[in-house]
């Protein structure tokens, strides 16, 4: 297998959907299960295969482009295809319940969404990671207006201006960088960086920053993030906090670290994390509509992990892939358990957690919870543990603390929706959880807390992915061509 | 359903037995996570002290049709606990810790008088603890480089003095939050008095155990009585140290005495009167001596036998009048009499009376305090004891004497077969801890050993030695028995003549007749008077919830605040993302 | 008189504040114009402002496009060819997400008669 | 009149901030080197000649970064369906268009229109050539038929054939580039033959002419949508409104 499939088969896919459509609902759902079944196998295969695996394209880099997975990428490929997999199982129950819909744009756009992201993870080029970003920021930007209501169009919308902000910056460092290193491969540009002007990488890096830290969710360039988790469907939430969000983060570390950007860039990331953690998760505290506030909790996450992951101890990022890893699997669960509960009701308003009554549901919206707070034996725990770990050996007493005063806001409305869930007080409605959704919850669930019981089956992978990450020797070879 | 979780109850502790005191398993989490369970003398102290409570309370709950979900809640918490007390690292420990607290919020959850409000408390209270717990968990591994206590106490003594300072502030917080220590007691009162009335009693006797399970931990084994001395001086025969914390405890003492003496609700001043005795157990954990320890550890376990008795009692009371206010109870010493022996029994424990093992306990502490020459604290103790007897007195006359306020408490019968064998046992184990207190130095000797103290000389079973004096229990036991019995025989002659039918209402005072609506029990407004010394006076008027609450108000300020900025103006959003970037231009650049 | 112009100097001189100047009438459109249309059309301008950056700033005097032909049989003291490349594949990226952007603004403005973005603001809590 | 109102203080200090910008930034680019390091681009001009494609930037777009022009192609067709996708619910509520067309524009558009699509499919094939190429052709085709709805606004376009080009020239797309890695053991390699010696050929180059005449097949058809689609746009809602 070669890994130009990851972005060749969903184009394909795309191309060919009309047809699909007309051979009737049943083929178009199956060929798009399908092709997530087919990548998130693929990616299996790739478990234990000596890694970094390269794929080129017309020429050997550094002058072609190459798709390369390493450890740091395999991680998030993993991740990737297995959210794009269950939400496709997740759709054919949606689109039963909601026809009408324009079914087969939304396969297109869901499997270009996962196409794009993966092809920014596993590009070595950066005009080509650049393309791939522009088709994953189509893609939201019509999944958030897939509605077509008001309230789909203005977060359309909004994505829309956001995202033409970010790839105008990202399209001028681009051409800055080939200005001056004569080059788009990232190996060489990796090689080369600190060759160049200082005040000019100043700008290249700050451009770099906006760009993707504006699509990453970073503080000051987040006030568009929850607006646009009001106007989508909740699956499209679930992609967007689990698979979309972390390629942004994916793109915006492995530059940091290719770059090897000194210790003043790390601290300000870290700050900046601190401050979106904070800001986000006080922010949600006044939350009244369940989207916006799992769409806070996401962005103070993002916090946590840029904090964490801005450290370059090998220790903290590990962990924070760890919690990464968890924060994907959790996040989509509740998105889609939420999914669930709007269309039983028709809205979205956080009373409606109180109103249901499903013992299942109960069960896995509470797992999910405890992990993201981080609560054990949930997999949360191990990443947020290690997590602290890492800075308790760098002796950051100051970001400890702060992560652990944070978390007791964030509990503050995490535990106030399961009390209401709890509560026995309200008028209760009765939901049934078809078999589809029973099976894919549980499969969620199930992994949170095998995770957090045996967290060696994931250490290991974000080991690896550590060790790529901070260590990109093996990449940049590739990347270069180096004994290919 | 509870069979089958009684004999589940019932494994660990033939599991625990079996081991006898060389149980050591470690599990590999990960590379760097390794979970390992010790059983070393306190620790298996307190597991059978837990595993036993469970196994009691899991048979009073016989009676009661509860789903299965609750069973197997309430297994994961015992076994919580359970790792809590044999964990050999902090990894363990804290995990314990966590699944203890999110299990018992669920547990607490399903009861019927719980709200919103009092599971926040509960649950932010309890996670506030943990993360002050983990707080510390990560900066000794900061410096040990290991989570096993071990390792962690043999390099406590190379730490600064700050973090040494902080690691001690940082634990002790934890526990003291789920112990109730006055100030963080605010979750207390509400979740004891709303939890499932039989879940009340693991709450109480159980749960806040664990701090001071916590407590011994830390003072004990990983910062070492010995380090403690060095690192605070001593004062008088002390550690300075132990003073401070004496001094938090007998306030807590004092001050829940008497918050519990106006309670209304049954279940409220129980809260209060745990709170109170944890606070002697807090008062005397610092000293450092031997008898400060054997005083908090006889006391641990007795407050933890007579908390059981008195929430089942209570639960049983409850469940069988569905009253729970002590101004709608009253009289029920005829239709249930041997639940009043029972908490007869219980309370004469809990006031340190003898015969019972209640007045062991409290000799050890006493005598810990006199040893250290704490005359204040001494004082402070005596004076919380006395003003206990209101509160001991209330539960007993609001409930079982004096005049029923309704008619159905005239029909009411003897609580259920289910409630009162657990009574039983747990009032032949506090006569026994009265009759037979030497028993208990066997069992304390190993634990001072592990913590390098001196042991307590061992004389036979039935005396208690101290550093101050001794007293044989058995004598005075027996001295008890044949005076009651006189008593009894000389009441029961003079009783057996008057006829008892008389009606309540069968009074008058004043030339007015009381009607239905008029409360004639004694129970109803005890202790409102109390509001008129002035010195209780400002203990009751000043509470920590004042403070809470502003705190809540401020976090939603400022949440208020946060959310102003997400106001949904993508025109605003994109002059900030430019003016950041000039900014950062600006500054990058130049 | 004109081969002062015919230096490349002086022509990437020229370039860079010409273009520069437009990409900050475009940055000063986006960050004042409410009108949804303007500030798509403003994208385009620093769109443009970049493309001629880009391009302006390879061309050296006396080289020529780079393709062979009867007269020119080597690719030799021919422009680099990437960067048209680059802004090929560039240029029809931002028309697809003009266009799309234009196609929003058509449905919202269809819902609700606005075009104002400042005035999008029914998705908040 | 208000000065406040025509020039609020907002945009005073944005103009000035621009210009504080433009300002700091030119004198920044001005001491820019470029040439500190050989382009990429110069190492692509040596290389060509085994492409056999006179038109350098040609053989870029479509062989040296080829699979840009795949992403670009599918943020075409993305940015297409985008469009199908919102404006595709008008039609079906105001369907009628009602306005009078003109003879003498029907006619002449007609007239023109296989003279423009001549002129996009000459500039398609001669994409390896001679400038030009897949996209600026397939535009070119696309004005054409901008031309035709202009002059008559009941035309409508068989959304079937172009639908039927636009899938079956991604596909094929995509199948070449898969072929590729099967013939030459690299994706997108150039499998078809391509002599040195045939250079300024029509027939030369391998893949490269093939993969812009299929990209040219399939913007043409894309950009045909798009425009029909904001055309009509604008006659319904004249119609509609009226």
Same mark, same amino acid.
């Given at each position: 297998?070669?890994?130009?499939?990851?972005?060749?088969?969903?184009?394909?896919?795309?191309?060919?959907?009309?047809?699909?459509?007309?051979?009737?609902?049943?083929?178009?759902?199956?060929?798009?299960?399908?092709?997530?079944?087919?990548?998130?196998?693929?990616?299996?295969?790739?478990?234990?295969?000596?890694?970094?695996?390269?794929?080129?394209?017309?020429?050997?880099?550094?002058?072609?482009?190459?798709?390369?997975?390493?450890? =740091?990428?395999?991680?998030?490929?993993?991740?990737?295809?297995?959210?794009?997999?269950?939400?496709?199982?997740?759709? =054919?129950?949606?689109?039963?319940?909601?026809?009408?819909?324009?079914?087969?744009?939304?396969?297109?756009?869901?499997?270009?969404?996962?196409?794009?992201?993966?092809?920014?993870?596993?590009?070595?080029?950066?005009?080509?990671?650049?393309?791939?970003?522009?088709?994953?920021?189509?893609?939201?930007?019509?999944?958030?207006?897939?509605?077509?209501?008001?309230?789909?169009?203005?977060?359309?919308?909004?994505?829309? @201006?956001?995202?033409? @902000?970010?790839?105008?910056?990202?399209?001028?460092?681009?051409?800055?960088?080939?200005?001056?290193?004569?080059?788009?491969?990232?190996?060489?540009?990796?090689?080369?960086?600190?060759?160049?002007?200082?005040?000019?990488?100043?700008?290249?890096?700050?451009?770099?920053?906006?760009?993707?830290?504006?699509?990453?969710?970073?503080?000051?360039?987040?006030?568009?993030?929850?607006?646009?988790?009001?106007?989508?469907?909740?699956?499209?939430?679930?992609?967007?906090?689990?698979? %979309?969000?972390?390629?942004?983060?994916?793109?915006?570390?492995?530059?940091?670290?290719?770059?090897?950007? *000194?210790?003043?860039?790390?601290?300000?990331?870290?700050?900046?994390? #601190?401050?979106?953690?904070?800001?986000?998760?006080?922010?949600?505290?006044?939350?009244?509509? %369940?989207?916006?506030?799992?769409?806070?909790?996401?962005? *103070?996450?993002?916090?946590?992990?840029?904090? #964490?992951?801005?450290?370059?101890?090998?220790?903290?990022?590990?962990?924070?892939?760890?919690?990464?890893?968890?924060?994907?699997?959790?996040?989509?669960?509740?998105?889609?358990?939420?999914?669930?509960?709007?269309?039983?009701?028709?809205?979205?308003?956080?009373?409606?957690?109180?109103?249901?009554?499903?013992?299942?549901?109960?069960? %896995?919206?509470?797992?999910?919870?405890?992990?993201?707070?981080?609560?054990?034996?949930?997999?949360?725990?191990?990443?947020?543990?290690?997590?602290?770990?890492?800075?308790?050996?760098?002796?950051?007493?100051?970001?400890?603390?702060?992560?652990?005063?944070?978390?007791?806001?964030?509990?503050?409305?995490?535990?106030?929706?399961?009390?209401?869930?709890?509560?026995?007080?309200?008028?209760?409605?009765?939901?049934?959880?078809?078999? %589809?959704?029973?099976?894919?919850?549980?499969?969620?669930?199930?992994?949170?807390?095998?995770?957090?019981?045996?967290?060696?089956?994931?250490?290991?992978?974000?080991?690896?992915?550590?060790?790529?990450?901070?260590?990109?020797?093996? =990449?940049?070879?590739?990347?270069?061509?180096?004994?290919? | 359903?509870?069979?089958?979780?009684?004999?589940?109850?019932?494994?660990?502790?033939?599991?625990?037995?079996?081991?006898?005191?060389?149980?050591?398993?470690?599990?590999?989490?990960? +590379?760097?996570?390794?979970?390992?369970?010790?059983?070393?003398?306190?620790?298996?102290?307190?597991?059978?002290?837990?595993?036993?409570?469970?196994?009691?309370?899991?048979?009073?709950?016989?009676?009661?049709?509860?789903?299965?979900?609750?069973?197997?809640?309430?297994?994961?918490?015992?076994?919580?606990?359970?790792?809590?007390?044999?964990?050999?690292?902090?990894?363990?420990?804290?995990?314990?810790?966590?699944?203890?607290?999110?299990?018992?919020?669920?547990?607490?959850?399903?009861?019927?008088?719980?709200?919103?409000?009092?599971?926040?408390?509960?649950?932010?209270?309890?996670?506030?603890?943990?993360?002050?717990?983990?707080?510390?968990?990560?900066?000794?591994?900061?410096?040990?480089?290991?989570?096993?206590?071990?390792?962690?106490?043999?390099?406590?003594?190379?730490?600064?003095?700050?973090?040494?300072?902080?690691?001690?502030?940082?634990?002790?917080?934890?526990?003291?939050?789920?112990?109730?220590?006055?100030?963080?007691?605010?979750?207390?009162?509400?979740?004891?008095?709303?939890?499932?009335?039989?879940?009340?009693?693991?709450?109480?006797?159980?749960?806040?155990?664990?701090?001071? /399970?916590?407590?011994?931990?830390?003072?004990?084994?990983?910062?070492?009585?010995?380090?403690?001395?060095?690192?605070?001086?001593?004062?008088?025969?002390?550690?300075?140290?132990?003073?401070?914390?004496?001094?938090?405890?007998?306030?807590?003492?004092?001050?829940?005495?008497?918050?519990?003496?106006?309670?209304?609700?049954?279940?409220?001043?129980?809260?209060?009167?745990?709170?109170?005795?944890?606070?002697?157990?807090?008062?005397?954990?610092?000293? $450092?001596?031997?008898?400060?320890?054997?005083?908090?550890?006889?006391?641990?376990?007795?407050?933890?036998?007579?908390?059981?008795?008195?929430?089942?009692?209570?639960?049983?009371?409850?469940?069988?009048?569905?009253?729970?206010?002590?101004?709608?109870?009253?009289?029920?010493?005829?239709?249930?009499?041997?639940?009043?022996?029972?908490?007869?029994?219980?309370?004469?424990?809990?006031?340190?009376?003898?015969?019972?093992? $209640?007045?062991?306990?409290?000799?050890?502490?006493?005598?810990?305090?006199?040893?250290?020459?704490?005359?204040?604290?001494?004082?402070?103790?005596?004076?919380?004891?006395?003003?206990?007897?209101?509160?001991?007195?209330?539960?007993? /006359?609001?409930?079982?004497?004096?005049?029923?306020?309704?008619?159905?408490?005239?029909?009411?019968?003897?609580?259920?077969?289910?409630?009162?064998?657990?009574?039983?046992?747990?009032?032949?184990?506090?006569?026994?801890?009265?009759?037979?207190?030497?028993?208990?130095?066997?069992?304390?000797?190993?634990?001072?050993?592990?913590? +390098?103290?001196?042991?307590?000389?061992?004389?036979?079973?039935?005396?208690?030695?101290?550093?101050?004096?001794?007293?044989?229990?058995?004598?005075?036991?027996?001295?008890?028995?044949?005076?009651?019995?006189?008593?009894?025989?000389?009441?029961?002659?003079?009783?057996?003549?008057?006829?008892?039918?008389?009606?309540?209402?069968?009074? +008058?005072?004043?030339?007015?007749?009381?009607?239905?609506?008029?409360?004639?029990?004694?129970?109803?407004?005890?202790?409102?008077?109390?509001?008129?010394?002035?010195?209780?006076?400002?203990?009751?008027?000043?509470?920590?919830?004042?403070?809470?609450?502003?705190?809540?108000?401020?976090?939603?300020?400022?949440?208020?605040?946060?959310?102003?900025? /997400?106001?949904?103006?993508?025109?605003?959003?994109?002059?900030?993302?430019?003016?950041?970037?000039?900014?950062?231009?600006?500054?990058?650049?130049? | 008189?004109?081969?002062?112009?015919?230096?490349?100097?002086?022509?990437?001189?020229?370039?860079?504040?010409?273009?520069?100047?437009?990409?900050?009438?475009?940055?000063?459109?986006?960050?004042?114009?409410?009108?949804?249309?303007?500030?798509?059309?403003?994208?385009?301008?620093?769109?443009?402002?970049?493309?001629?950056?880009?391009?302006?700033?390879?061309?050296?005097?006396?080289?020529?496009?780079?393709?062979?032909?009867?007269?020119?049989?080597?690719?030799?003291?021919?422009?680099?060819?990437?960067?048209?490349?680059?802004?090929?594949?560039?240029?029809?990226?931002?028309?697809?997400?003009?266009?799309?952007?234009?196609?929003?603004?058509?449905?919202?403005?269809?819902?609700?008669?606005?075009?104002?973005?400042?005035?999008?603001?029914?998705?908040?809590? | 009149?208000?000065?406040?109102?025509? &020039?609020?203080?907002?945009?005073?200090?944005?103009?000035?901030?621009?210009?504080?910008?433009? &300002?700091?930034?030119?004198?920044?680019?001005?001491?820019?080197?470029?040439?500190?390091?050989?382009?990429?681009?110069?190492?692509?001009?040596?290389?060509?000649?085994?492409?056999?494609?006179?038109?350098?930037?040609?053989?870029?777009?479509?062989?040296?970064?080829?699979?840009?022009?795949?992403?670009?192609?599918?943020?075409?067709?993305?940015?297409?369906?985008?469009?199908?996708?919102?404006?595709?619910?008008?039609?079906?509520?105001?369907?009628?268009?009602?306005?009078?067309?003109?003879?003498?524009?029907?006619?002449?558009?007609?007239?023109?229109?296989?003279?423009?699509?001549?002129?996009?499919?000459?500039?398609?094939?001669?994409?390896?050539?001679?400038?030009?190429?897949?996209?600026?052709?397939?535009?070119?085709?696309?004005?054409?038929?901008?031309?035709?709805?202009?002059?008559?606004?009941?035309?409508?376009?068989?959304?079937?054939? &172009?639908?039927?080009?636009?899938?079956?020239?991604?596909?094929?797309?995509?199948?070449?580039?898969?072929?590729?890695?099967?013939?030459?053991?690299?994706?997108?390699?150039?499998?078809?033959?391509?002599?040195?010696?045939?250079?300024?050929?029509?027939?030369?180059?391998?893949?490269?002419?093939?993969?812009?005449?299929?990209?040219?097949?399939?913007?043409?058809?894309?950009?045909?949508?798009?425009?029909?689609?904001?055309?009509?746009?604008?006659?319904?809602?004249?119609?509609?409104?009226?």
């Amino acid at each position: 297998m070669s890994l130009g499939y990851y972005f060749l088969l969903p184009v394909l896919f795309s191309f060919l959907t009309p047809y699909f459509k007309k051979l009737g609902s049943f083929t178009l759902r199956g060929s798009s299960i399908l092709l997530s079944l087919v990548l998130f196998l693929q990616t299996v295969a790739y478990v234990g295969v000596k890694l970094p695996q390269i794929s080129q394209f017309s020429i050997k880099p550094p002058l072609g482009i190459a798709f390369i997975l390493d450890g =740091y990428s395999l991680l998030f490929l993993l991740i990737f295809t297995f959210s794009a997999l269950v939400v496709s199982f997740y759709m =054919y129950w949606f689109f039963e319940e909601n026809s009408g819909r324009d079914e087969a744009r939304f396969y297109v756009f869901f499997n270009m969404l996962i196409a794009g992201s993966i092809g920014m993870i596993l590009s070595c080029d950066i005009f080509n990671l650049y393309i791939f970003f522009e088709i994953t920021g189509i893609c939201s930007y019509t999944l958030s207006a897939f509605n077509k209501d008001k309230l789909g169009l203005e977060s359309g919308i909004k994505y829309l @201006i956001i995202g033409s @902000i970010a790839s105008i910056f990202i399209v001028f460092a681009i051409m800055l960088i080939y200005l001056q290193i004569g080059t788009v491969n990232l190996g060489l540009i990796a090689q080369r960086f600190h060759l160049i002007d200082p005040k000019i990488s100043v700008l290249i890096v700050l451009m770099l920053f906006i760009g993707f830290g504006a699509k990453a969710e970073l503080f000051p360039m987040n006030f568009w993030a929850p607006d646009i988790y009001q106007g989508s469907i909740s699956s499209v939430n679930g992609l967007f906090s689990s698979v %979309v969000a972390k390629a942004y983060l994916f793109v915006f570390f492995h530059l940091f670290y290719l770059f090897n950007l *000194g210790s003043k860039y790390m601290l300000f990331v870290m700050v900046i994390g #601190a401050i979106t953690f904070l800001v986000s998760e006080f922010t949600a505290l006044n939350q009244t509509n %369940v989207k916006r506030l799992f769409a806070y909790s996401t962005l *103070g996450q993002l916090g946590i992990l840029f904090m #964490a992951l801005s450290t370059n101890s090998s220790q903290t990022v590990s962990g924070a892939l760890f919690h990464l890893t968890s924060h994907s699997i959790s996040k989509l669960l509740i998105f889609l358990a939420l999914g669930i509960l709007i269309h039983k009701f028709k809205s979205a308003k956080i009373d409606i957690l109180g109103n249901f009554k499903s013992g299942f549901l109960t069960i %896995v919206l509470a797992i999910g919870f405890l992990s993201i707070l981080g609560i054990p034996p949930f997999s949360g725990f191990v990443g947020k543990i290690l997590i602290l770990k890492g800075f308790a050996l760098s002796q950051n007493y100051t970001a400890i603390a702060f992560i652990l005063l944070v978390s007791i806001v964030e509990a503050i409305y995490f535990f106030r929706l399961t009390a209401m869930m709890l509560d026995k007080k309200r008028a209760k409605v009765t939901v049934k959880v078809g078999s %589809v959704n029973y099976i894919i919850l549980t499969l969620l669930a199930v992994l949170i807390i095998l995770f957090g019981v045996y967290p060696s089956l994931l250490t290991h992978y974000t080991d690896l992915a550590t060790n790529a990450l901070l260590h990109p020797t093996n =990449y940049l070879n590739y990347a270069l061509g180096v004994g290919l | 359903m509870n069979s089958i979780f009684l004999l589940l109850n019932l494994l660990p502790i033939l599991f625990l037995y079996q081991f006898g005191g060389a149980l050591h398993v470690s599990l590999p989490l990960t +590379s760097e996570f390794t979970l390992s369970l010790i059983q070393t003398p306190l620790g298996t102290f307190f597991a059978y002290l837990s595993l036993i409570s469970f196994l009691l309370v899991t048979i009073a709950q016989k009676s009661k049709k509860l789903a299965c979900n609750y069973y197997v809640l309430q297994f994961l918490l015992s076994m919580a606990m359970l790792a809590i007390v044999l964990a050999g690292d902090f990894i363990t420990f804290f995990i314990g810790w966590e699944i203890m607290t999110w299990s018992s919020y669920f547990l607490i959850s399903k009861s019927n008088s719980i709200d919103i409000k009092s599971l926040q408390k509960y649950i932010l209270f309890s996670l506030a603890s943990a993360f002050s717990l983990i707080a510390g968990i990560v900066i000794a591994y900061s410096f040990a480089h290991s989570f096993d206590f071990s390792v962690i106490s043999n390099s406590f003594k190379d730490m600064p003095f700050n973090i040494k300072v902080a690691l001690i502030v940082l634990f002790s917080l934890s526990f003291f939050t789920k112990a109730g220590v006055i100030g963080l007691h605010y979750w207390v009162v509400d979740t004891y008095s709303k939890a499932p009335n039989l879940f009340s009693s693991i709450l109480s006797a159980v749960m806040s155990k664990m701090g001071i /399970y916590g407590l011994f931990l830390v003072y004990g084994n990983i910062v070492g009585y010995q380090e403690l001395k060095m690192m605070f001086g001593t004062i008088l025969n002390g550690t300075d140290f132990g003073y401070v914390l004496a001094w938090i405890g007998v306030a807590t003492s004092i001050i829940a005495t008497f918050k519990a003496i106006t309670q209304d609700e049954v279940k409220r001043l129980l809260a209060y009167s745990s709170i109170a005795q944890l606070g002697y157990i807090i008062a005397v954990i610092g000293f $450092g001596t031997t008898y400060g320890v054997a005083g908090a550890m006889y006391h641990t376990l007795i407050h933890t036998i007579i908390k059981l008795l008195l929430f089942i009692n209570v639960a049983a009371i409850v469940a069988q009048t569905g009253k729970n206010r002590f101004s709608q109870l009253g009289g029920l010493i005829y239709r249930t009499p041997v639940s009043f022996v029972m908490l007869l029994i219980g309370i004469i424990g809990l006031a340190g009376m003898p015969p019972l093992g $209640g007045f062991a306990s409290k000799f050890m502490m006493y005598n810990a305090a006199i040893d250290t020459k704490f005359a204040l604290i001494l004082i402070g103790m005596l004076f919380s004891g006395a003003a206990s007897f209101l509160y001991c007195y209330k539960l007993v /006359y609001g409930i079982y004497l004096g005049h029923p306020t309704s008619k159905n408490l005239e029909t009411t019968k003897e609580v259920p077969i289910s409630y009162l064998i657990p009574q039983i046992i747990l009032a032949l184990l506090l006569v026994l801890a009265g009759t037979f207190p030497g028993a208990f130095i066997k069992i304390i000797n190993p634990i001072l050993v592990e913590f +390098s103290l001196s042991t307590i000389p061992y004389s036979g079973l039935g005396v208690m030695n101290s550093a101050v004096g001794s007293f044989n229990g058995f004598f005075i036991m027996s001295a008890f028995v044949v005076f009651f019995v006189l008593i009894l025989l000389l009441i029961t002659r003079i009783k057996s003549k008057a006829k008892n039918n008389l009606n309540r209402f069968d009074i +008058s005072y004043c030339g007015e007749v009381p009607t239905q609506d008029t409360s004639l029990h004694f129970g109803f407004g005890f202790g409102t008077d109390l509001y008129r010394i002035k010195f209780v006076n400002a203990i009751l008027k000043r509470s920590s919830s004042s403070f809470y609450e502003s705190l809540a108000t401020q976090t939603k300020k400022t949440s208020e605040l946060f959310s102003r900025m /997400y106001y949904g103006n993508i025109h605003n959003t994109m002059i900030i993302i430019l003016l950041f970037f000039s900014t950062l231009f600006f500054i990058g650049v130049n | 008189m004109l081969d002062f112009f015919n230096n490349t100097q002086t022509i990437h001189m020229i370039i860079i504040i010409g273009s520069m100047a437009l990409f900050f009438i475009g940055f000063y459109g986006i960050a004042t114009q409410k009108n949804l249309v303007k500030v798509l059309v403003s994208f385009d301008i620093m769109e443009s402002a970049l493309f001629l950056f880009f391009i302006g700033l390879h061309y050296q005097v006396g080289l020529v496009a780079p393709i062979v032909d009867k007269n020119l049989k080597t690719f030799t003291s021919m422009v680099d060819p990437v960067p048209q490349a680059m802004i090929l594949t560039t240029i029809v990226i931002g028309l697809a997400v003009l266009a799309l952007g234009l196609s929003f603004g058509i449905e919202y403005y269809k819902l609700t008669g606005r075009n104002d973005i400042s005035k999008m603001n029914e998705l908040r809590d | 009149m208000n000065l406040k109102k025509v &020039l609020p203080l907002k945009h005073i200090v944005l103009s000035l901030l621009s210009s504080a910008l433009l &300002l700091s930034v030119v004198g920044l680019l001005m001491q820019v080197k470029t040439d500190m390091f050989k382009n990429v681009g110069t190492i692509y001009l040596n290389l060509n000649m085994q492409t056999a494609a006179a038109n350098a930037v040609t053989s870029v777009v479509t062989f040296f970064r080829g699979i840009d022009t795949v992403g670009e192609v599918t943020v075409l067709f993305l940015a297409t369906s985008g469009v199908a996708l919102m404006l595709s619910a008008t039609q079906r509520t105001c369907d009628k268009v009602v306005k009078q067309e003109s003879f003498i524009l029907n006619a002449g558009s007609r007239l023109l229109l296989s003279v423009i699509i001549l002129f996009g499919v000459y500039i398609i094939i001669h994409g390896h050539l001679s400038p030009g190429g897949g996209f600026q052709g397939g535009v070119v085709i696309a004005t054409a038929f901008l031309l035709l709805f202009l002059a008559n606004p009941n035309m409508k376009l068989s959304h079937g054939i &172009l639908t039927l080009g636009e899938s079956l020239s991604g596909a094929t797309y995509v199948l070449v580039v898969i072929i590729g890695l099967f013939k030459m053991n690299i994706l997108l390699g150039n499998f078809l033959p391509h002599p040195i010696g045939e250079i300024g050929e029509l027939i030369s180059g391998g893949i490269i002419p093939v993969v812009y005449i299929l990209v040219g097949i399939k913007v043409g058809s894309e950009m045909s949508v798009i425009v029909e689609y904001f055309v009509k746009e604008d006659y319904y809602k004249e119609v509609c409104d009226a």
